[in-house]
């Protein structure tokens, strides 16, 4: 499996991006819809937090610093994960990291069980 992220940028606080994760590999073992997605934030000196997943079945999780201004959505025709960030705070900059998981769960940080390769998110203040 391979993941890979964009739309990290700089924004102002109070705006807006959307994170996208491609996801491709084998065509006939790596089934996107079968796979949990997620995305996990980590600022220098700290430990990856994940952030937001959803399962193959649409249900989602969030963590509650981000609760009711993130949104993560899937496309499965598009074997694409968004991450939509509204209302930003100087606290959301950092790396955001696509990951993916075949079942019911993403992986954990210290799972091999797929990362991406990271995009950058700046908020100025």
């Known amino acids: 499996v391979q993941l890979q992220a964009s739309g990290g940028g700089l924004v102002q606080a109070g705006g807006s991006l959307r994170l996208s994760c491609v996801f491709s590999?084998?065509?006939?073992?790596?089934?996107?819809?079968?796979?949990?997605m997620g995305w996990y934030h980590q600022t220098p000196g700290k430990q990856r937090e994940l952030i937001a997943a959803?399962?193959?079945?649409?249900?989602?999780i969030y963590a509650d610093s981000v609760k009711g201004r993130f949104s993560i959505s899937r496309d499965n025709a598009k074997n694409t994960v968004y991450l939509q960030m509204d209302s930003l705070k100087s606290e959301d900059g950092g790396a955001y990291y696509c990951?993916?998981?075949?079942?019911?769960?993403?992986?954990?940080?210290?799972?091999?069980?797929?990362w991406g390769q990271g995009t950058q998110v700046t908020v100025s203040s």
């Open positions: 990951v993916a998981r075949q079942g019911a769960r993403v992986p954990r940080p210290d799972e091999r069980d797929y």
């Open positions: 959803i399962n193959p079945g649409g249900g989602t």
């Open positions: 590999g084998d065509i006939f073992r790596d089934i996107f819809r079968a796979h949990s």
